[in-house]
């Protein structure tokens, strides 16, 4: 596998990704797939990676602040979305070791996620990539007519902010 940067120019494959995570109803609550635009203006310009391997994507991530006041300023939201048929395969733990390396370059010093609590192949990956869960919210909101709970986890970096 091999890391390229997320641009303008393979978002669609990005996006693609993205609709199979959006349609399987435990990744996302988001409903459609932002344009490019919207999506390039809420990621962090550092952190927006997908893995290739032979020329066909196989997942992304990327890391979005998660507020615009300085004191947050270390702290990040990260997204790891692997393709249907890529699943299973270390992909995710592959895209999560770069962007967690991507972080650290950058002085982030927090990584956190807020995961469906029936997504359990998400929670583990992060489990096994050193995040920790740190609490729940319940009923955060609706899907498809549905409330979910979200399972908060952090991963506290041991070299940068200590």
């Known amino acids: 596998m091999e890391i390229r940067p997320i641009t303008k120019n393979n978002y669609s494959e990005v996006a693609d990704i ?3 995570g959006i349609a ?13 635009y919207k999506w390039n203006s809420s990621h962090l310009d550092f952190a927006r990676i997908a893995a290739y391997e032979s020329d066909k994507i ?10 615009d006041r300085c004191v947050y300023g270390g702290v990040a939201e990260v997204s790891v979305y692997v393709s249907a ?21 950058n002085n982030i010093w927090t990584l956190q996620s807020g ?3 029936k ?10 990539c050193g995040f ?9 909101g609706l899907l498809h007519g549905e409330w ?10 041991k070299k940068i902010g200590i």
Do not use: C
């Open 18 to 20: 993205y609709g199979e």
């Open 148 to 157: 979910l709970d979200n399972v908060l986890l952090e991963r506290r970096s």
């Open 24 to 36: 399987t109803g435990v990744a996302t609550f988001e409903t459609s797939i932002p344009n490019w």
């Open 85 to 105: 048929d890529a699943r299973g395969k270390g992909v995710g733990v592959f895209l999560m070791e770069q962007l967690v390396k991507l972080s650290e370059e």
């Open 58 to 67: 196989l997942g992304w991530a990327s890391l979005s602040p998660v507020s």
């Open 119 to 128: 997504n359990k192949a998400s929670i583990e990956l992060h489990k096994k």
């Open 132 to 140: 920790r869960i740190i609490g729940y919210r319940e009923r955060i």
């Open 115 to 117: 995961i469906f609590r």
